[in-house]
């Protein structure tokens, strides 16, 4: 018999060793909670984060034994370059989830909406407003605070427009991005976060004592609750 989920509640930690424990023990909560949704609910909804971090996460999902076809997958954010760039989450999670490589999930791509970026966040808002709340949410974070692509000294901005589910990003010397909302992110029935080392550890732990909030805060401020997957290395 498969364990029961825990309850929502505040932040929760699971430490590990290595990211490959941390990244074993993620998916097998996912893949828990992706089962009891699909029993109650008959289809489900994950969005998962690009990055370095969470390729060995997304290579243990993809070994479970569920219906992926009922499974809606999507990234967190994405780079606004070619589907194949290196620098694409998306030619990423194709590489390291064979459910996704295979054909075998529903899958919400960011790309092929033009080349403009304005017109290709109106396209893919359009699409994600056909979708009800997301049922789980896994993030990574960098070493700034950022989460998806919700960086550090853009809070401002995050309300300044009505929510349409997907902010567009303009890194300083990188690539322009599309990212879910913050309202998408933390509207999501349960949210984890997948980090290591003892730097974005201590980010998370100063999180009370903050006078600017960070974007990984709209994550550990959820009512439902945050479940933190952190590695010592």
């Known amino acids: 018999m498969q364990p029961s989920p825990p309850p929502l509640g505040p932040v929760a930690w699971h430490r590990f060793a290595t990211l490959a424990d941390a990244s074993e023990a993620l ?8 089962r009891a949704l699909l029993a109650a609910q008959g289809s489900a ?8 971090t969470p390729a ?6 993809g070994t479970r034994d569920l219906a992926w076809e009922r499974v809606t997958l999507l990234p967190t954010d994405e780079r606004f370059v070619a589907a194949d760039d290196a620098a694409s989450n998306e030619r990423m999670m194709r590489a390291q989830f064979a459910p996704l490589r295979e054909g075998r999930v529903r899958f919400l791509s960011f790309h092929d909406r033009g080349s403009d970026i304005e017109v290709a966040a109106v ?10 709340p997301l049922d789980l949410v896994v993030s990574g ?4 605070g950022h989460i998806a692509s919700l960086f550090p000294g853009e809070e401002a901005s ?15 010397g990188l690539p322009p991005r599309l990212s879910l909302s913050p309202a998408r992110l933390v509207g999501t029935g349960w ?14 732990k100063a999180a009370p004592d903050r006078a600017s909030p960070l974007p990984v805060d709209l994550l550990l401020d959820r009512p439902q609750g945050l479940d933190v997957y952190w590695a010592k290395e």
Request: glycine share 10%; charged share 15%.
């Open 123 to 132: 396209a893919l808002a359009s699409e994600l407003s056909t979708l009800p």
């Open 27 to 34: 998916a097998e909560a996912v893949a828990i909670r992706l």
């Open 141 to 144: 974070m960098g070493a700034d």
């Open 158 to 172: 995050f309300g300044a427009q009505p929510d349409s589910g997907v902010c567009i990003a303009t890194p300083p």
């Open 191 to 204: 949210a984890s976060l997948l980090v290591s080392g003892s730097e974005k550890e201590a980010v998370l």
């Open 45 to 52: 909804s994950l969005a998962v984060p690009g990055g370095t």
């Open 56 to 61: 060995r996460f997304l290579a243990a999902l």
